[in-house]
């Protein structure tokens, strides 16, 4: 007997019992994840009682975004076994995808406009979505850091590693519909330039 004949008559490996996700499931709930302790950067005495209710008021929001994201990867990579488990050639788009996308956006709208401001919307949102999600590390483990130096307008850094530093930066500022975040920004590393991003 050959090596072929061998491999012939080798079998198959079992399939990986499949993952049931639900077609539709409820607004995300922010992840359990312990209370962020920030650090005061060039904040006056009175303002450092902010960083209590600004803090974990954006760390809310912004896990709630992760966990939506985090649902949707979950449902895209089952669409994506689905196809091919239906034949269909990998460079085709899953059946479902548009749907799935559509309604990703839609509800990050939705999110995002609950503690952002139309400034911030406009530069747009949902534009990716990934493993891990944008704002995992507020569940992983980061550094905070707060500064406050106005009465309308505080500033909250992240900063994480994920095989190098990351750092995000986030401008919130007090408006006629409360506190909300007014610009996103992301540097690597220890650059002095922040870049522009969206929420």
């Avoid at 091919?84 to 839609?106: N, V």
């Avoid at 992983?140 to 530093?165: P, Q, Y």
Wanted: net charge negative; charged share 25%.
């Amino acid at each position: 007997m050959g090596w072929l004949d061998f491999l012939k008559k080798t079998p198959a490996p079992e399939e990986a019992p499949e993952v049931s996700v639900p077609p539709q499931a409820a607004e995300p709930v922010p992840s359990p994840a312990g209370p962020i302790r920030p650090e005061l950067r060039d904040t006056p005495e009175k303002f450092a009682p902010m960083a209590e209710e600004l803090v974990p008021f954006l760390a809310e929001h912004l896990r709630g975004l992760c966990a939506l994201e985090t649902e949707i990867f979950a449902r895209s990579r089952e669409l994506e076994a689905e196809k091919l488990k239906h034949g269909i050639p990998a460079y085709q788009t899953a059946p479902g995808s548009q749907e799935l996308w559509e309604e990703y956006r839609e509800r990050y709208g939705r999110l995002a406009a609950a503690f952002c401001t139309p400034k911030l919307l406009e530069r747009g949102y949902a534009g990716s979505c990934g493993k891990p999600a944008k704002y995992e590390h507020l569940n992983t483990g980061c550094d905070v850091f707060f500064t406050m130096k106005s009465a309308k307008r505080a500033v909250v850094e992240t900063s994480f590693h994920r095989g190098l530093l990351f750092r995000h930066q986030f401008v919130l500022k007090h408006t006629e519909a409360g506190w909300q975040v007014d610009q996103v920004s992301y540097a690597h590393g220890q650059e002095d330039s922040w870049h522009i991003d969206h929420i």
